[in-house]
């Protein structure tokens, strides 16, 4: 019963409920937030989707979310549509759902104003990191052990107010940098569906030249 219960309440088929891994994408909806800083996650998970020929077109779990295949493996990409804050929200009630566990299961991209724009750094577990939509997931999943991939959209600077900055749209040369790195923040996503997160960490963490 309780199972049929959930499945009503977030419009999950029964065929879709064997999911093993989790990728979300952080950003904020709506076209007036598109190509901004703040919504580099959602960049990136679309090059994701892409890839691997996934819709994310089913809204549940407050969010857009698509089911596929990486590597053998089944997948749900999903992009909150909680607004950046409460993207914790969204994430915890995919993984209960499907049970899974953040350490194992899951990962995350995101944007990271204390790496250059295009830069990634991937890491196994950490603090947010100043990152809201970081810490209402830490705050909703109860732990700081879960995957993420950040990527550089470069630092603040000083006149700038923060809302403002991650808010702002990249410049036409920034956004040349960075829909490159969009697709290998893709890549290392999706090795982490088979990988260990230090083989992944080992082949993306250079710095970028």
């Known amino acids: 019963m309780f199972g049929q219960w959930i499945r009503e309440k977030f419009h999950v088929k029964k065929e879709e409920e064997n999911i093993m891994f989790i990728i979300a ?7 007036k ?5 703040h919504n580099a996650g959602y960049e990136a998970i ?5 890839k691997y020929g996934i819709r994310i077109e089913t809204e549940k779990f407050r969010a857009l979310t698509g089911t596929g295949y990486i590597e053998g ?24 759902f499907y049970k899974i566990d953040p350490q194992e299961g899951f990962c995350v991209l995101y944007d990271d104003i204390s790496l250059p724009p295009g830069q990634l750094r ?17 705050a909703q999943l109860g732990t700081q052990e879960f995957a993420r991939v950040k990527i550089g959209v470069g630092e603040k600077p000083k006149e700038y ?28 996503a999706a090795m982490l569906v088979t990988e260990d997160v230090q083989a992944v960490m ?4 250079e710095k970028k030249k």
């Open 33 to 37: 937030y598109a190509q901004t800083r």
């Open 161 to 188: 107010d923060l809302v403002d900055y991650v808010l702002g749209h990249f410049s036409e040369e920034e956004w040349t940098t960075m829909t490159d790195a969009f697709s290998r923040a893709a890549d290392a």
């Open 73 to 96: 493996q089944k997948v749900l990409l999903l992009k909150p549509l909680t607004f950046m804050n409460l993207s914790g929200e969204s994430v915890r009630a995919a993984c209960d």
């Open 25 to 31: 994408g952080l950003g904020n909806p709506g076209r």
């Open 202 to 205: 080992n082949r993306y963490n």
């Open 46 to 50: 679309d090059r994701l989707a892409e």
């Open 122 to 138: 991937v890491r196994g577990k950490g603090s947010a990191g100043g990152h809201n939509g970081i810490k209402n997931i830490i």
